[in-house]
């Protein structure tokens, strides 16, 4: 088994509070950034090449409240929503430069490879919560997490479900260990089973 950093847990955790961070009506007031007509084309043209023309149509569209200007780069994000799909909600993001071209060297998250089969997304949650069952996860001390996030060590979407074997709060901090399950939404393939520790 790996042992889950402090670091990737930790992001994982800030991760999933930021794609709620912007759920309430006062998001709708907020300013939106204007990005230029060709580059926003050139931009969705990157997604496209892994989702495909329909997808995005369908469940792709700009947030223009939460992409921002830092010049040169234009840091974009993406609402992504399967209204069919409850637990798809959640956001792509990567930068672009003044010319339109994604910067590799900065995070690109959250778009799914649907030309290589990657955007079933069969498995619902209740079925992820089974399949970890069935493999062996530690009940824990508390219900599991649950989560349907985006990996970045393995680039695609994932159900991460997380237990917890021992927890506590000091002036020291949260200290606490368990076990978590990463399973392939669409296969419900189990792609990792790791131990997770906060010191």
């Not at 955790?13 to 084309?41: D, G, N, R, W």
């Not at 369908?58 to 780069?73: A, E, G, L």
């Not at 079925?127 to 062996?136: S, V």
Request: proline share 5%; glycine share 6%; hydrophobic share 35%.
């Amino acid at each position: 088994m790996k042992t889950l950093s402090i670091t990737i847990f930790i992001s994982i955790i800030f991760m999933s509070l930021y794609l709620e961070a912007c759920s309430c009506s006062s998001c709708s007031h907020q300013e939106e950034t204007v990005v230029p007509s060709q580059l926003l084309k050139k931009a969705n043209n990157y997604i496209k090449q892994r989702t495909g023309d329909d997808f995005f149509d369908k469940y792709i569209s700009p947030d223009f409240v939460r992409t921002k200007v830092t010049p040169p780069y234009y840091f974009l994000t993406y609402k992504f929503i399967i209204p069919d799909k409850p637990f798809v909600n959640t956001v792509i993001q990567f930068s672009i430069d003044s010319l339109g071209n994604v910067v590799d060297d900065r995070d690109i998250i959250g778009i799914p490879n649907c030309i290589d089969g990657g955007c079933s997304f069969n498995i619902s949650e209740d079925r992820a919560l089974k399949i970890a069952k069935d493999n062996g996860l530690e009940k824990g001390i508390k219900p599991w997490k649950t989560g349907f996030i985006w990996d970045p060590k393995l680039k695609q979407y994932t159900w991460h479900i997380l237990s917890t074997s021992s927890e506590s709060q000091s002036s020291e901090g949260f200290r606490g260990y368990g076990k978590e399950i990463i399973i392939d939404p669409n296969s419900g393939v189990v792609l990792e089973m790791n131990d997770w520790h906060i010191n």
